[in-house]
């Protein structure tokens, strides 16, 4: 079994972010989520907002979005992002 989830994030342009995290905050439509190893699967758009990724490092990255969407299975995150906003 995962102890960490496999991000993967991905824009028109090509991939963003690509590792391993042991949570990832998203804004989801209808409010924001917690992804964490062993999540159920999961199909969702996100509004607005900012994804943050905590590594197993300790290290925490964010990335401000306009709009996407996620999928969870079996611990394997991908994130479809529109574009990148400015902070």
């Known amino acids: 079994m ?9 824009s028109p342009s090509g991939e963003v972010y690509s590792g391993e995290a042991i ?6 439509s209808l409010g924001q989520m917690t992804i964490l190893p062993k999540h159920a ?3 969702s758009s996100l ?3 900012t994804i ?3 590594t197993p490092h300790g290290e ?3 990335f ?4 996407g969407f996620i999928e969870n299975v079996n611990d394997s995150l991908t994130i479809i992002i529109e574009n990148i906003l400015e902070n």
């Open 47 to 49: 509004s607005k907002g």
């Open 23 to 28: 949570s990832v905050q998203v804004p989801g």
């Open 41 to 43: 699967a999961i199909l």
């Open 60 to 62: 925490n990255t964010d």
């Open 52 to 54: 943050t990724v905590n």
């Open 2 to 10: 995962a102890e960490n989830l496999n991000v993967n994030i991905v």
């Open 64 to 67: 401000v979005i306009e709009s």
